[in-house]
């Protein structure tokens, strides 16, 4: 055998260093085409939300019931309310969902849909959002006064979906029992000893919280009922939860005022949509018993004996309409459900803050994956990566992903592992966090390399499981050990006496909090990645029941700063202007609110440039300070923003600071 030389070896390296090039070429072409800071595109529906006081809502409601229904540019449909309490606590407001009728009535749209929604505060809306605001005002009588209006928007979707046709499959060829085939794990992160790993004692330790609640279990026939917002369920796969209800279930893609019953997950593919993605989150809570070669056979789910509900919202985790996932909280309070898990996220909005407050209102927790976000490995380029809604929303638990090595999932695998040259997408995936107003009610559970049920069409062998990635597959497991601590814990007199209230949700929050394991490698960064810590069920159901609870701010769109903001663009409202104008400009800053706050949710540039602000510094009536300035600014220059808050900054005659000086 020739010995190697040094000119072998360096032509080794060389032929290396061109098949590595070569190879991460396609994502030196994703840097390029990434998405730029600031540059998310947004989809509007054409619908718009509308919140009226209670009895212009119902006389409007009532007049349109004598109308001929398919005479009418616009369907007008009254949001249902979760329960007496909610009503109660409404303060005499009614939402109304406002929709445009005929197939190419969409198409007509243009411009910005914020534009249009202040357009009809002030009676000044044109095309047919002029009939719209006809429509309001025959309805309400000349006292129309809305105290909000919402367009119902959602992240756009890239690149052409596949035609209908093409997309739906049939379910058929699925096999018998309960075995299941494994496929790999990913490559670039590190994963557990065992199959499922996560269960142990050494990380979630959700099979012995299992164990502890199976035996209150065994003395009451009242299980716990868990609500899951996904894409769907898939009936025939081997995972599927045995106490599915698929009776209560419902879909609101179509229609999210009048859901229909069933939640079957269609599996449409296209880009931006995840078959079966519904299918994969059920299994990591409750999924049924499987087997799994000489490996595992046990249940896969963290509590299998808990009551699922499926509410199904998007074919797709990242582009979905707020509208949707507020009406399914709220369908989920009255069903009664004691838990809420959601694996998405997306756009703030003042609806779906409002379905959060009554549910905690109602003693439902709300457990939400803080998001993830996608990193380049060559340029560096990333998708914004603070926590994304509803999980950023107060009174919701953001789950956030931690490793099998106890790391954030936040920080990169080694990028070596490139050099494996497969699965880079699973390199550039990682986990939101953030800011820290947020993480204040966050906590970390694991991912990736977890395994889930996944289904794929045409395939010999659809019931396979294979490693769940991102923060989808860490929010059940959270979720998992909220029913279980309810479950055992449900006949305790305090939780007996609370169980419809938001006493309920505080004593299982902290309960799962404090039990978190506080000591991690990343040491004083824990708290910026995992917030509270890492998920121990066990020990948090061995802590008992928190009597001495507070109960936590409401939910409201946008974190302080936004307001802060707000008091340096010019104020609206005048001394010597009538009642009705006052509200008027009252109700055009809450819409601004919520607008500068899904502008900085869709953009890193926005994101990175508040992380710079020092709120206390920005006085209300004072003048902004240089970072504030720059912020506002890169608002005024985002493409997305409406004509009507550029025109507020614009008469806030800010001017660009200038850069400071290198020292």
Known sequence: MRATTSSDLVHRLSLASLGACLSVAPLLLAGCTAPRPGSEPMRFSGSMLIALPEEQATRMLQTRAAADPAQEPWRLRPVAESSRRAQAESSGTRWLFATPTGPRAVKRLRGNPWDAAHALIDNEADGLYRSLSDELTRGAGDAFAPLLVEPDIAYAGRGNELPMKEQTRTLRGWTDGNEVSVHHNYTHWPEGRTFAWHL??????????????????????????????????????????????????????????????????????????????????????????????????????????????????????????????????????????????????????????????????????????????????????????????????????????????????TQPPSFFTLF?????????????????SVMHEAIAAYAPNVPWAVYRPNIRDPNICRPGNGTSVATPQV???????????????????????????????????????KRTPEGRSTFRYFGNGLLKARRALEMGVLTDVAKRPEARIGFQWIGIFLSVLPDLRTEDAAPAARARAETHMRMVRTEIAQLTHGSIELQQAIEHIEPQTLQPGGKPTAAATRFLNALRNDKRASRYLCDLIDRAKLQTPAPVAAK
């Open 420 to 436: 494996r040259f497969r699965r880079w997408w699973d390199w550039m995936l990682r986990g939101n966090y953030g800011p820290d």
């Open 200 to 409: 142990d004692d050494a990380y979630s330790e959700l099979r012995s919280a299992r164990a502890l609640a199976q035996a209150q279990r065994a003395r009451t026939d009242r299980p716990v009922r868990v609500a899951v917002i996904d894409t769907g369920y898939v009936e025939e796969h081997v995972t599927t939860p045995a106490r599915l209800n698929k009776a209560a279930s419902r879909d609101f893609v179509d229609d999210p005022t009048d859901p229909k019953p069933g939640a079957q997950d269609p599996i449409r593919i296209g880009k931006g949509h995840f078959p079966g993605h519904g299918c994969s989150v059920l299994s990591v809570l409750a999924g049924n018993r499987i087997v799994a070669g000489q490996k595992f056979n046990d249940f896969l789910g963290g509590a299998p004996d808990v009551e699922v509900l499926m509410l199904r919202v998007s074919d797709s985790v990242i582009h979905f309409f707020p509208s949707r996932m507020a009406m399914a909280i709220k369908y989920a309070v009255a069903q009664g459900c004691d838990v809420i898990s959601i694996s998405h996220g997306g756009l703030p909005s003042v609806l779906l803050a409002e379905a959060v407050n009554e549910a905690y209102e109602n003693g439902t927790a709300i457990f939400a994956a803080s998001g993830d976000f996608l990193v380049t490995p060559i340029f560096g380029l990333s998708s914004p990566r603070n926590v994304v809604y509803p999980a950023a929303l107060s009174r919701v638990v953001a789950v956030t992903g931690v490793t099998a090595t106890y790391r954030s999932y």
């Open 479 to 517: 979720s998992a050990a909220a029913a279980l601590w309810l479950q055992m814990h449900r006949d305790h007199p305090f939780l007996r006496k609370h169980w419809r209230s938001w006493q309920k949700v505080e004593s299982l929050y902290w309960s799962l909090f404090d039990a978190a394991e």
